[in-house]
């Protein structure tokens, strides 16, 4: 069985900080990595996406992945009161490809 | 209309009830899914339809059947169901179904089986 794990949070951090979110997975053929972002009653909306190893900037989102230790994780810089949402982690491999999610962290940005 | 639309937004319907639910992409896609959201659980891959094909039934009861007219429509034709079937329904579409192709998920319809 693939799984991914995430803490369910919530997760709260002040307005301005660096909030880290981490998820691992056990199929270590797993290919390419998503992080998706989804407001309460939305649905939701990608927002990073890495295949190698290391590390993926993008404005105020980095995506880590190591692959070796199954771990790929997200930092959200100067983070905002807009960025409270539950963040899922999907990774995709296998020979279909298909997403498998894990149950998303909560995160709350205090103003 | 861009992007991926969902029709109802909403439903409630009664175990006996007979209901479908309709996904359209104006992407210009050749892969749909469907995916059920229920609280506290992950989002479970339902059904995939690649070119039209479906390539992916997640073990999903057969009283969940989806229909793949051409690219752009996707349904699921409900009937006989259960109150553990409540939950979101979220269609998506990708490019093609290959491990690098981003999924847009479309708004979902929120079930609620009386």
């Known amino acids: 069985q693939k799984e991914v794990e995430q803490n369910s949070g919530p997760l709260s951090v002040p307005e301005g900080a660096i909030a880290s979110l981490n998820c691992t997975y056990s199929?270590?053929?797993?290919?390419?990595f998503f992080w998706y972002r989804q407001y309460s009653g939305k649905s939701p909306e990608l927002i990073m996406f890495i295949y190698s190893n290391g590390d993926k900037e993008d404005g105020r989102f980095t995506a880590q992945l190591n692959k070796a230790s199954q771990y790929v994780s997200l930092l959200i810089r100067d983070s905002q009161p807009s960025d409270s949402a539950t963040y899922l982690c999907a990774v995709k491999g296998g020979s279909q490809g298909n997403l498998i999610f894990g149950k998303g962290t909560k995160l709350s940005v205090k103003p | 209309e861009t992007g991926v639309t969902q029709t109802p937004r909403h439903l409630v319907m009664g175990m006996t009830n007979k209901k479908s639910l309709k996904c359209e992409q104006h992407?210009?896609?050749?892969?749909m899914y469907w995916y059920k959201q229920s609280a506290k659980k992950p989002l479970e891959l339902m059904f995939v339809y690649n070119f039209k094909e479906q390539t992916e039934n997640n073990s999903v009861p057969s009283r969940f059947s989806p229909e793949c007219p051409n690219s752009s429509h996707l349904f699921l034709h409900l009937h006989t169901l259960q109150p553990e079937d409540s939950a979101l329904y979220l269609c998506?579409?990708?490019?093609?179904?290959?491990?690098?192709?981003?999924?847009?998920f479309g708004p979902g319809t929120r079930l609620t089986v009386l």
């Open positions: 199929d270590r053929g797993s290919q390419s």
């Open positions: 992407l210009g896609h050749n892969a």
């Open positions: 998506a579409s990708s490019q093609e179904q290959r491990d690098y192709n981003e999924q847009f």
